[in-house]
């Protein structure tokens, strides 16, 4: 192993751990629906819904991270440069980490000033990180995007996917400035704040996820360079096409002109097909090769990562993103279904199919299959489509009940949150969502035990 592939692994290690505390902090957001006095003055719902959030937006990003610092050095066929720099890092970045959250759980709110703002807790969705961490995150990317560059230039070598991951790692690192502004004028800040929020998460992440998707397809179906490379070209002018416009349909509300409404109602759903395409033409071209694998647990990861992709990102987004759908369900449980079938789909199934690369090569095993990895497989899956599932019935009584019918007021909020449908969608949310963590129990238990057993020297594939 490289050391910077070793330096991935600890990336790993810590994404699976936050992996635990983003489903700890979800189903903690879930009892407060049912129970809403639950830890009241102690540790509010607000709190929860921020590490849930948060942890989900790190571990995520440490798994990207831990990727390509994985392939990087097999694509180049050299040691990643300045890898001492990143490792230095990678410890900082994890200290953060635990420093904010010891302020969230035990100081959790400060006043409206400056010193709040970079010590205590900005306040703005998904970025409620203190400036102090914002500025650590930015030089964590910046050292990231050091490595990968200078790798290159040492290499004197460029692929289609390199090219791709580069010109990417530009607006990864200049969209996250975006965090850091404190505007007093509302629109105006929720205009640019989604900038941060669809282009930094949904834009660069979905090009990113697209050049490690292309590695693995490589890796674990060896399927060739000229199709995953074609399908991600399309996959940038996708991004570029249709990724900024489809950004309006964050602006039907805020007080942006009403163009917007059109605009990005039409583009908004275009962006995961070409990872769905790179996937299936990858499948249909191993189908000539018998469709051999030697890591089932990756290749059935990757095909969720793509369906639930397609599904989850594609098709639940574009069915509550067309304006007149959007008046009746933003804001509302319709929404957090989209949400999590959407970063579960697009990114979630990709982190954990990198795992198990990783797991295999770590093991020295020629061949990665078992039965534990199927039962974690199983529950995760089926514990999201249930929490998606119930998620959507809540979400769908309060654009009915509290929206359609009672015209949004505060009184038929409170009336759908009372509402039978809207009850039972969140008793269905928590009982899915204990069935998804006893799925990360498993997920685990495999990724600590995978391959003990199985064979060192034996050269085995077979049609997954």
Known sequence: MYRSQKL??????????????????????????????????????????????????????????GAVYWFLPQELGREVEGIWLAEILFYVFCAAVAVVSVVFIF??????????????????????????????????VLTFVYNVVATCIKARRMTGILWVLVLDLIPLTLLYLDAFPALTNMSTDLYWWWWLVHMWVE??????????????????????????????????????????????????????????LSIGGFFSALEPLPLLGMVVHAIYDAGAHHMKTNNRPAFYWILAEAFGN?????????????????????????????????????YGCGVIAILYIAKQKISGVNFLD????????????????????????????????????????????????????????????????????????VLVYDLLSAGKHAPKSAVKTQAP
Request: glycine share 14%; net charge neutral.
């Open 370 to 441: 078992g039965r534990a990895w199927k039962w974690g497989f199983g529950l995760l899956n089926f514990g999201l489509i249930g929490m998606v599932g119930g998620l959507l019935i809540a979400g769908i009584a309060q654009a009915f009940y509290e929206r359609a019918i009672g015209g949004s007021t505060l009184m038929a909020f409170m009336a759908g949150q009372e509402n039978p449908w809207f009850v039972s969608g969140m008793y269905a949310r928590m009982g899915f969502g204990l069935i998804f963590a006893a799925g990360y129990v």
């Open 107 to 140: 100081v959790q709110y400060g006043g409206s000033n400056e010193f709040s703002l970079w010590f205590i807790n900005q306040g703005r969705k998904y970025v409620e990180a203190p400036r102090w961490a914002a500025v650590g995150i930015v030089v964590v």
């Open 203 to 260: 834009g660069t992440w979905e090009v990113l996820i697209g050049c490690i998707m292309a590695w693995a397809l490589m890796d674990v179906m060896g399927t060739s360079r000229r199709i995953v490379e074609t399908w991600l070209y399309i996959e940038v002018m996708l991004v570029l096409g249709t990724g900024i416009l489809g950004l309006g349909h964050h602006y039907f509300w805020i007080g942006t002109p009403q163009y917007w």
């Open 310 to 346: 397609f599904i989850g990102a594609g098709m639940f987004g574009f069915m509550m993103t067309l304006p007149q759908i959007n008046l009746f369900s933003h804001g509302t449980q319709w929404t957090v279904s989209h949400g999590h079938f959407a970063f579960w789909g697009a």
């Open 8 to 65: 991935a692994v600890r990336y790993f290690v810590a994404a699976v751990a936050l992996f635990g505390v983003m489903i700890i902090a979800g189903l903690l957001s879930a009892l407060y629906y049912l129970h809403p006095s639950l830890l009241f003055d102690v540790f509010n719902f607000n709190m929860a819904k921020i590490f849930h959030i948060d942890t989900l937006v790190i571990w995520l990003l440490m798994g990207f991270m």
